[in-house]
T-cell receptor
Framework: KNEVEQSPQNLTAQEGEFITINCSYS?????LHWLQQHPGGGIVSLFM?????KKHGRLIATINIQEKHSSLHITASHPRDSAVYIC???????????WGAGTKLIIKP | GAVVSQHPSWVICKSGTSVKIECRSL??????MFWYRQFPKQSLMLMAT?????????EQGVEKDKFLINHASLTLSTLTVTSAHPEDSSFYIC???????????????FGPGTRLTVL
């Protein structure tokens, strides 16, 4: 079993739909990152969370430390949101990152 | 937030040549930087932990003589892929750790990545 599990692996939705991507982890962490990777490979950091909830524009990220679970939500999704979304946790023992496999999101117009 | 840059963003080289990738923290000092590698359609995997002024710590299965890491200053770590081969073609990304004083609080910031293609 991977230490960081993301679901779903692939998600296709229509423009305007509310999107949820989930991340579960099994190790002790100091924080969790949500990142966006575009087809060319470039990575953009969306959020870093250690507790609670953060919002930036149409993106919302939540984390439940007790349940070892985080979610990334996209409201009013748009085709330009199409990308791979990656969850990565920072281990509290050595600050190294463990990366989820990513969720490939396609938003159709 | 803090910015980490990588250079180059992409590089194509011939088999047998060496390629150097730079990772810079632009507005903070990073005693620790990490190097990751991503194979196509796979997750990123840690290659090594780079500490300023000391030897890098490599993960199991990563050849330290092939992937040379130098962290000579608090704002720069370099990864050199020596005698590159097509199987080294991959996406390489670094992250830099910023510490906040004596509180122990830290944040990691990511470079945008470097795509290496070895012909």
């Amino acid at each position: 079993k991977n230490e960081v599990e993301q679901s779903p692996q692939n998600l296709t939705a229509q423009e305007g739909e509310f999107i949820t991507i989930n991340c579960s982890y099994s190790v002790g962490i100091s924080a969790l990152h949500w990142l966006q990777q575009h087809p060319g490979g470039g990575i953009v950091s969306l959020f870093m969370l250690s507790s609670g909830k953060k919002k930036h524009g149409r993106l919302i990220a939540t984390i439940n430390i007790q349940e070892k679970h985080s979610s990334l939500h996209i409201t009013a999704s748009h085709p330009r949101d199409s990308a791979v979304y990656i969850c990565a946790v920072i281990m509290d023992s050595n600050y190294q990152l463990i990366w989820g496999a990513g969720t490939k999101l396609i938003i159709k117009p | 937030g803090a910015v980490v840059s990588q250079h180059p963003s992409w590089v194509i080289c011939k088999s047998g040549t060496s390629v150097k990738i730079e990772c810079r923290s632009l507005d903070f000092q990073a005693t620790t930087m990490f190097w990751y590698r991503q194979f196509p359609k796979q997750s990123l995997m840690l290659m090594a932990t780079s500490n300023e002024g000391s030897k890098a710590t490599y993960e199991q299965g990563v050849e330290k003589d092939k992937f040379l890491i130098n962290h000579a200053s608090l704002t720069l770590s370099t990864l050199t892929v020596t005698s590159a081969h097509p199987e080294d073609s991959s996406f390489y990304i670094c992250s830099a750790l910023e510490w906040w004083g004596a509180s122990g609080y830290n944040e990691q910031f990511f470079g945008p990545g470097t795509r290496l293609t070895v012909l």
